[in-house]
């Protein structure tokens, strides 16, 4: 879909409302330049595009697919083919939602193809045209209006980026376990928005090479260079700290784990005890509990079932509590091969 279309010359845009393509293409050859806006076209009309422009396929090919990185290609012709990636904030998902934006870059033409919702151009094409002294430098500066707003646009989802983070590592840092998920999905958006940011930097040094772009235009380009190289510092750093925090969850992770394995492990030991306890008072308990004569003619009286039961369940509780007595109080034998007596002064 074309959103708009205008033929620049002497640095004004020469009619109000867009033109068609074919006056567009027409329109090129008379001087100026025309600036071309499409939005996620068809193939049919990106071939319309390239018929009237005279395009290379192989770079109509490119801006149809969708890349991972930036790159800057030159064709025989003398176009221009230069990917960017866009990035924005959604702070209902708190995802980074990316775009991109190619853009056909020649003497008398300018043409970007955006995909992506978060590509929007009307407000470099506004403020390059309230700009008449550098539209006068020619198609150049419609490059650097493209990348001084995809650049302005990363500052915001670096300072969302930065609010999440301190966000997980408050909750970690504070002995919670903070949703490992969470961090690990943090961690693949910073990465991504890493490809996205790195790879601009040699696109935009090589526009700041000898001869590449008007020299009114090199101080423009160098200060969007400038910001950029903020930008990919800050997005290398939060990767390295949501990498630390990754870490630090997983050590946290682990440190409850082996305090719930301690509450086991004392838990099993009470219950060891407890049975080791009743299991003698069983057998004492079960075995007098037996109806055979010698017991039945013998304990007669409430003094011998009481002597008999008395002894029958104290003694094993007494032998068993100097037995474990007893364990706990062995040392330990010493390790052979090592001096335990005292160096001489």
């Avoid at 949501?242 to 630090?248: D, F, G, I, K, Q």
Wanted: proline content about 6%.
């Amino acid at each position: 879909m074309i959103v708009d279309c205008a033929h620049y010359e002497d640095g004004r845009r020469q009619q109000q409302g867009p033109m068609p393509l074919e006056e567009a293409a027409a329109r090129r050859v008379q001087g100026g330049f025309v600036w071309l806006g499409l939005f996620e076209p068809t193939p049919e009309e990106l071939e319309r595009v390239r018929g009237a422009f005279g395009l290379h396929e192989l770079a109509v090919e490119d801006a149809q697919a969708f890349h991972l990185r930036p790159k800057a290609e030159k064709y025989e012709d003398g176009t221009e083919l230069i990917i960017l990636r866009t990035a924005r904030y959604d702070d209902e998902r708190e995802e980074i939602d990316t775009g991109e934006i190619s853009v056909f870059l020649a003497e008398h033409f300018v043409i970007t193809v955006r995909q992506g919702i978060a590509s929007e151009l009307t407000g470099a094409r506004s403020r390059l045209e309230r700009r008449p002294e550098l539209l006068r430098t020619g198609s150049a500066s419609t490059l650097w209006a493209i990348l001084d707003q995809v650049v302005d646009s990363y500052a915001p989802v670096v300072a969302e980026l930065d609010r999440d983070i301190e966000q997980i590592e408050a909750t970690v840092f504070s002995g919670t376990v903070a949703p490992t998920e969470r961090i690990y999905f943090l961690r693949r958006e910073a990465t991504d928005f890493y490809r996205a940011v790195h790879p601009l930097l040699a696109v935009l040094a090589r526009r700041l090479a000898p001869g590449q772009a008007p020299a009114e235009l090199l101080p423009y380009f160098r200060d969007v260079h400038d910001h950029l190289l903020l930008v990919n510092e800050e997005v290398a750093a939060q990767r390295d700290l949501l990498a630390t925090v990754l870490e630090a969850d997983i050590a946290v992770i682990s440190v409850e784990q082996n305090r719930i394995n301690l509450r086991q492990t004392a838990t099993m030991e009470r219950l060891t005890i407890v049975a080791t306890v009743f299991l003698p008072l069983s057998f004492v308990v079960g075995f007098f509990g037996q109806n055979f004569g010698w017991l039945v003619e013998h304990i007669s009286s409430l003094g011998a079932f009481v002597t008999l039961s008395v002894i029958g369940l104290v003694l094993p509780c007494t032998v068993l509590y100097a037995w474990l007595h007893h364990r706990r109080g062995q040392a330990a034998p010493p390790v052979p091969g090592l001096n335990h007596h005292r160096p001489p002064g």
